[in-house]
């Protein structure tokens, strides 16, 4: 039996760097736009797609800069919508900040500036750099329908108080709403100087938070909506330090109740909706994600299928990194001996400095399931999780777009 496996084992071709070199192209990004053979490669996988999902690694300036590319793309191939990482409401704040200003830069370092002051903290998530202010400001113009499907994130309760006075015509205490916005941004700056902080459990049980609701005018949906929306995310992240998966399981659920309830309003206007989806990796990945929930990536999959239409799963890997502490300026990921890197070596090896590479996994399935090419378990699974992994040039952290002191 053992010989047999050995020979089994040495009929096949091992997967290696020549091999993935001839499932690869290249391009480049000049003045925003997508250049070279591997550009033409990627449009036509969008022009043949009805969803394509940016599984990101988030704060990274060249995933910013790709997306920033690939939009005006989309817009010519009638793509309208564009799913996003946070919540319904920080999703319209950002609307009304950015729809009638001529630079989303300038009006989000004036807003994330101003906030910041208060509690020390970001709003809202993922467009704190001036690389994803590009490509908000880019989604804009291109006419693009954000929507956000996520928790509000715990650091916009603040944001999100003012939006609910300003909602209720009749609020008339202007004592409770101090009070409240007061413990709020106490609550904030006790979980900033210690990470343990209950500050999301504390939220759920206050008596000066629940009195300010009280307020309200919760006859008005709006209003009612975000009191909800507020209250359920507290308790995802409450849940994160006491039961991760009763957390990560609310969270996923959450996203794809959202996702469903707008693509069914899309249908309305469109037949056939085309959907962009920039999220993290772990939302993104087709089938049992790596937190172990059947998250965006699969609820998405499932959807075309059923459409008989085509989600373009793209993931990224990183070789190059600018770390002006090394003596050639970067650092190469492909260096070392893990067992990380060794399995998605052949992959990785791909990267080049100063061009942009795609490889096309699904190229890998059919030698691998018919045992004519043998790879790492770790490709194994990428290969099924995602359709295409981008390798950007030497990489490095978005530009921070506010300011940290008054």
Excluded at 26 to 47: T, V
Excluded at 137 to 162: H, K, P, V
Excluded at 201 to 220: G, K
């Amino acid at each position: 039996m053992q010989a047999m496996w050995i020979m089994q084992v040495h009929s096949q071709d091992t997967i290696s760097v020549d091999y993935v070199r001839t499932l690869t192209h290249e391009f480049q990004i000049e003045n925003g736009k997508l250049i070279g053979n591997g550009a033409n490669f990627l449009k036509d996988e969008f022009n043949n797609s009805q969803f394509v999902l940016i599984g990101e690694t988030h704060g990274d300036a060249k995933i910013s800069e790709f997306t920033n590319a690939i939009l005006p793309e989309l817009a010519e191939m009638e793509f309208k919508y564009f799913c996003l990482e946070i919540g319904p409401e920080s999703t319209k704040i950002l609307k009304e900040i950015c729809s009638k200003v001529p630079n989303v830069q300038s009006a989000l370092f004036k807003f994330y500036s101003d906030y910041y002051v208060k509690v020390k903290d970001k709003p809202i998530p993922f467009f704190e750099g001036k690389e994803d202010a590009d490509f908000l400001q880019s989604a804009l113009e291109n006419n693009f329908s954000l929507f956000g499907i996520d928790q509000e994130y715990y650091s916009s309760t603040l944001l999100l108080l003012d939006k609910l006075k300003s909602l209720d015509n009749g609020f008339s205490s202007e004592l409770i709403y101090d009070r409240a916005c007061q413990y709020v941004r106490e609550e904030q700056l006790k979980s900033k100087e210690n990470k343990n902080y209950p500050m999301t459990e504390n939220f759920l049980n206050s008596s000066i938070l629940q009195d300010f609701f009280n307020n309200l005018d919760t006859t008005n949906f709006e209003i009612s909506n975000i009191i909800h929306n507020l209250k359920l995310s507290w308790e995802i992240y409450n849940q994160h330090s006491k039961n991760r998966f009763k957390s990560l399981t609310l969270r996923a659920e959450l996203m794809k109740k959202e996702f469903s309830k707008n693509y069914k309003l899309f249908l309305e206007r469109d037949a056939n909706p085309k959907i962009l989806i920039k999220m993290g990796s772990f939302h993104t990945e087709r089938g049992l994600s790596s937190n172990s929930v059947y998250d965006i990536g699969t609820l998405v999959s499932e959807l075309a299928d059923f459409n008989r239409t085509q989600d373009l799963n793209i993931g990224f890997m990183f070789r190059f990194f600018k770390d002006e502490e090394e003596p050639s300026g970067y650092f190469d990921n492909s260096i070392g001996t893990s067992d990380w890197l060794l399995q998605r070596r052949a992959l990785m090896l791909q990267g080049k400095i100063d061009q942009w590479v795609v490889i096309d996994l699904r190229k890998l399935r059919e030698p691998c399931l018919n045992k004519q090419l043998w790879c790492y378990p770790a490709i194994r699974e990428l290969m099924f999780k995602m359709d295409l992994i981008v390798i950007p040039p030497m990489d490095r952290e978005i530009e921070i777009n506010y300011k940290t002191e008054e």
